[in-house]
């Protein structure tokens, strides 16, 4: 169990470019979670697969974001025609079990837009 | 719309002292409730799940639930420098599990 990975840990793109981040969940783990997190506030919910199925979208998920969890390993999360409000922490957290319970933290990615 | 409240801090403590680390959620019908440790510039660390009323204990840290109350606390005795951290109190906000999150309470330990 090498807990869950994200790459990369940080990127910065200019306003208008699109950007790709991966996540690799702890081996087993059936649901993954995406979140986007901003200085002094809490993480935020995006997005939930179960295995292979996206389950759930947030709001804050606009249209130019996109997230895919092929084969029900790996997961990626891209934004399109990136934006200064786009900078954040995006953080990605898996879990185990039939029913929703702990969910373990990535590292993160920390996009900065300029 | 489902909440967490928590005081941001910062909270100040000596070293040795019990810190005392308050949460409130407005959704009666939550059941799994969560704190993380947040080191700054580090993503978030699970450090006590607790689901039913009552005290849990692990270590130095204790989770107290009162549903009734819709309040959930986490004390930290013997506090460390190393503790500073910002604490983050989670509920499980949906059917599919995603997790509400307060705004985090700051936490110093000074030696």
């Known amino acids: 169990d090498t807990g869950v990975s994200q790459n990369p840990r940080h990127k910065i793109t200019k306003r208008g470019q699109n950007v790709t981040f991966r996540c690799d969940p702890i081996?087993?783990?059936?649901?993954l979670y995406w979140y986007r997190q901003t200085l002094g506030q809490g993480p935020e919910f995006l997005t939930y697969f179960q295995n292979e199925a996206q389950l759930e979208k947030s709001r804050l998920l606009s249209d130019r974001f996109s997230a895919e969890r092929p084969k029900g390993s790996f997961s990626t999360l891209e934004i399109q025609r990136t934006e200064q409000g786009d900078s954040a922490m995006y953080l990605c957290a898996s879990s185990s079990g039939l029913a929703p319970g702990p969910q373990y933290f990535g590292p993160g990615t920390r996009l900065t837009v300029l | 719309q489902k909440e967490v409240e928590q005081n941001s801090g910062p909270l100040s403590v000596p070293e040795g002292a019990i810190a005392s680390l308050n949460c409130t959620y407005s959704?009666?019908?939550?059941?799994?409730f969560f704190w993380y440790r947040q080191y700054s510039g580090k993503s978030p660390e699970l450090i006590m799940s607790i689901y039913s009323n009552g005290d849990k204990e692990d270590g130095r840290f204790t989770a107290q639930l009162n549903k009734a109350s819709q309040y959930v606390s986490l004390l930290i005795r013997d506090s460390q420098p190393s503790d500073s951290a910002t604490y983050l109190c989670a509920v499980i906000g949906g059917s599919q599990g995603n997790l509400i999150f307060g705004k985090g309470t700051k936490l110093s330990v000074k030696p």
């Open positions: 959704d009666r019908g939550s059941q799994s």
């Open positions: 081996s087993e783990h059936n649901r």
